[in-house]
């Protein structure tokens, strides 16, 4: 479900998850994305994606699409760059993070903006994985941009 979970009081979904089955999870440690839902009713999993457009996306693009091809046998092409970070780049610890980026000039920028903003998917030119116990990247470090 696309939208189908979300981190505040208004998430009808959960509850309706709990009810018609069994919620395995309600919550991942990735930004943005963190209110992804997974929950089994009889033989089928249901997949709450999150309400915001860039959650939704790279949870999508990052997690559903990855596991979709496996079951399906699927082999995808690689089409990422590697590429030094424009500046520095600070996260907290704990959390995955898929950071949204502009390539300019053979460099990778950071996209500043709130995951309800759908304007970031037209400026994106791909996405970099910091992993859960990093705190950012350094301007020049070399990254993998995902496209």
């Known amino acids: 479900m696309s939208g189908g ?3 505040g009081n208004r998430d009808f979904t959960i509850n309706i998850m709990e009810r018609l089955g069994e919620v395995l999870f309600h919550g991942i440690a990735i930004k943005p994305g963190k209110p992804t ?3 089994r009713v009889g033989e089928k999993f249901i997949v709450g994606l999150p309400g915001h457009p860039l959650s939704c996306a790279v949870v999508y693009r990052f997690i559903m699409s990855e596991l ?10 690689d089409n990422s760059l590697i590429l030094k970070m424009g500046e520095n780049y600070h ?6 993070e898929y950071l949204p980026v502009k390539i300019e000039g053979g460099y990778a ?26 705190e950012g990247i350094m301007k020049e ?4 941009v995902m496209r």
């Open 5 to 7: 979970s979300s981190a």
């Open 141 to 144: 470090q070399e990254v993998i």
């Open 68 to 77: 979709i091809d496996r079951v399906l046998g699927r082999i995808k092409s």
């Open 109 to 134: 920028y950071p996209i500043y903006a709130k995951s309800s903003a759908i304007s970031v998917m037209a400026k994106c030119d791909g996405f970099i994985k910091i992993e859960r116990d990093l």
């Open 91 to 96: 996260k907290a610890k704990g959390r995955e």
């Open 37 to 39: 839902l997974m929950a």
